[in-house]
């Protein structure tokens, strides 16, 4: 069992930057492939990256690719979303999830956290 929440969260301005952070649970979460996925209002739930167990593996959606990072801290069970140059379309809730195998797009996820808003500001 896989217990996961997200925080770091908030308004940001255009073009600013903003880290969330997915804290795990678990003694074997070294094992899973962690992603983060995001709704905005009204739109279907979409992949924007996911890292390995060792974090030595990433893939990321197109839209955010070279604007987002995605990391782990296995020693702090924890995995990060550094977003960078952020757009006001890239408001949404954002939700880590984890998986025993690889992220495809094919497969669900096992375990989801409860999701952290990410607004623009004015």
């Known amino acids: 069992q896989v217990q996961l929440v997200e925080s770091g969260g908030g308004p940001v301005q255009a073009g600013g930057s903003l880290r969330l952070s997915c804290a795990a649970s678990?003694?074997?979460?070294?094992?899973?492939?962690v992603a983060w996925f995001r709704q905005a209002p009204g739109k279907a739930r979409e992949f924007v990256a996911a890292?390995?167990?060792?974090?030595?593996?990433?893939n990321y959606a197109g839209s955010v690719n070279g604007r987002f990072t995605i990391s782990r801290d296995n020693a702090k069970n924890t995995v990060y979303l550094q977003m960078n140059s952020l757009k006001p379309e890239d408001t949404a809730v954002y939700y880590c999830?984890?998986?025993?195998?690889?992220?495809?797009?094919?497969?669900?996820?096992?375990?989801w956290g409860k999701g952290t808003l990410v607004t623009r500001s004015s």
């Open positions: 890292v390995s167990g060792s974090g030595r593996a990433t």
């Open positions: 678990g003694r074997t979460f070294s094992s899973y492939t």
């Open positions: 999830a984890a998986a025993i195998k690889w992220y495809s797009p094919r497969d669900d996820m096992d375990y």
